[in-house]
């Protein structure tokens, strides 16, 4: 399927960090887009990135488009998934840039989704201590939500995402047309992140990703378009305010803690990403509903809207002594104290503890026996 | 060999970075101190990262300071050497910190000379991507140098200092007994480093190097301390101005350059990292003189202190296209153009490249036949 574009209909989402601060580019074609390229910064080579599944689709066409900005375009391409988010990977892309003595002005472009994106940032970030990095998010997860913030990071076998580093891109390309190829279970794991940003901060969003749940579904592009738009002006607020995490933008990790627990319970890759946080939202918001924070329709109005996305909604049965097991070891723990991202009222999230007892309840009431 | 102290005699010198502002903390006896761990961020755990020549000698006198500010204080040693600078060392102190549940909120605490403080930096960097940590330099280069302005790295085995960050420490605690168990090869190793300041910056401090060689060399407490102070001061003041090394900073690495050729070409860690800087300062010296920029008169001096050093100035005969090779993948270089600093005049360096011919010559006259 190919979507004629112009300028005109690019749209364009700020994130305002002071010198760091950088545009997200939404719109379909982009790959192929002059302007997509333009007014990055100068360097005598430039590294694209990818996996073995994104390149056969689209590298062609990005090192086509690179090599009228840049004398000479490396290629690094890695295994996909998550099991690949590893220090052997990382440090392929290392030996690519030294064994083609690419300098420090050398620029990295990601193209994938969130795997091939974290570990490309955190390349950049690490290579002779930083070179500047562009996002090419080719998934729904990676555009909405991965590939917007300066999270960058690979998994230890002992944790994921536990080595990494806040370094923010020099741009996020996200071309709509790359979600005309993704798999149907990778693009409702994306919806999990894009109906994420309701709760947590805009019920008129929630409202119209109800309403447009069938056009997402069926990959239209003006729906898709309204979805990643309105998810990154969401996650550039949160993350304009506090680039670090040491405040309000733990809120974007809302089921995380839960979906943490299922992916590291699972072993990750069984699960996608997307998919324990739809299942992990599911039991926030139950959590939330426990504590009195939010009513029983709100929380039967988000897990009907998540099942209808296509996601689980009931979790593995890893009995809840592994769930709380897993949830301590997350980042967002302090001495062994869990933090829960949780609703309240509908449209804001706060951070907090909760009993250990209130808690198993919750995952024994949400898990299939 | 013990020295009495007290709170009047630690000199401080402030590294000034709005946010990220701290202070080095000179005097001798620091380690038994309260004040200097005073006020550093509160956590549930510690952990100081050394290695196996220092621990014997600082670990337990650290530890029980520590343990009055922190509830526990993990441990984590290396191997000593260059040649441990390596992701495998990285990767045990993440072990480290994941098997003890450590928390974002760990302190991390680096016992030793330049490698110690580079991984560990580098590891406070990554882990849940950023934890504070703080410097306990406890050799000579550490002190004046290594320790001081966020740089932190490790090697690559394509390249010296290839994966790292810049990322500042709370504090630097440089205790200034620690310099009197300093073998006499590391103490020369260091007084390069603190010869350097002179002709880069300040040839009032190169004049009170000369005069105060032998006091240095004897180790008496006050000349270190003088040393120590003013060298830190100096970096302050090029730190303070360029952070990320754009501009300015780059002159820290006058000799640097052909060092680090001496260094790869004979394999890391047969020349110390300072014996390479001195030997490589006498070379740079040279290459300023050949391109007219100081006087025979300067390079003698500066050859004559870096020799009554203790240092070689004379480097290992590996051909001038090794020296070459090495120095085209040095950070400086630029699509393959050598950047060197250079002195013009005496008490400033500039940057800038230079013909191969005149690089080569300077290299063939500096090296033992």
Known sequence: MTISTDHATVQR??????????????????????????????AGAALIVTNETVAPLYLARLQQSLKT?????????????????????????????????????????????????DITGFAAACYMRGVPFVQVPTTLLAQVDSSVGGKTA???????????????????????????????????AGLAEVIKYGPIADMVFLDWIEKHLGDLLARDPQALAYAVKRSCEIKAWVVGQD????????????????????????????????????????MASRLSQQLGLVDAAFTERLTSLIAQAGLPVTGPD???????????????????????????PPGKATVRGAPDALVAEVVQACCRA
Chains 1, 2 share one sequence.
């Open 318 to 344: 890893l009995g809840a002594d592994v769930y709380l097991h897993h949830m301590r070891v997350d980042k967002k723990a302090e001495a062994g104290d869990i933090r829960f991202v949780l609703i309240d």
């Open 154 to 188: 690979i998994n230890h076998p002992l944790g994921k995402n536990m080595v990494g580093a806040f370094y923010q891109p020099e741009r996020v390309v996200c071309d709509l047309s790359t979600l005309q190829t993704l798999p149907a279970r990778e693009l409702s």
């Open 69 to 117: 900005h840049y004398p000479v375009v490396h290629v690094c391409s890695l295994p996909d998934g998550e099991s690949h988010k590893t220090w052997e990977s990382l440090n392929r892309i290392f030996d690519v840039l030294l064994a083609q003595a690419c300098d420090r002005k050398t620029v990295l472009f990601a193209l994938g989704g969130g795997v091939v994106g």
């Open 13 to 42: 989402v700020s994130i305002q960090l002071a010198e760091r601060s950088y545009d997200i580019q939404i719109a379909p074609g982009l790959l192929d887009q002059a302007t997509a390229w333009q007014g990055l910064p100068k």
């Open 243 to 282: 680039e670090r995490e040491s405040g309000i933008r733990a809120i974007l990790n809302f089921g995380h803690t839960f979906g943490h627990a299922i992916e590291a319970g699972l072993g990750f890759g069984v699960w996608l990403h997307g998919e324990a946080v739809g299942c992990g939202m599911v």
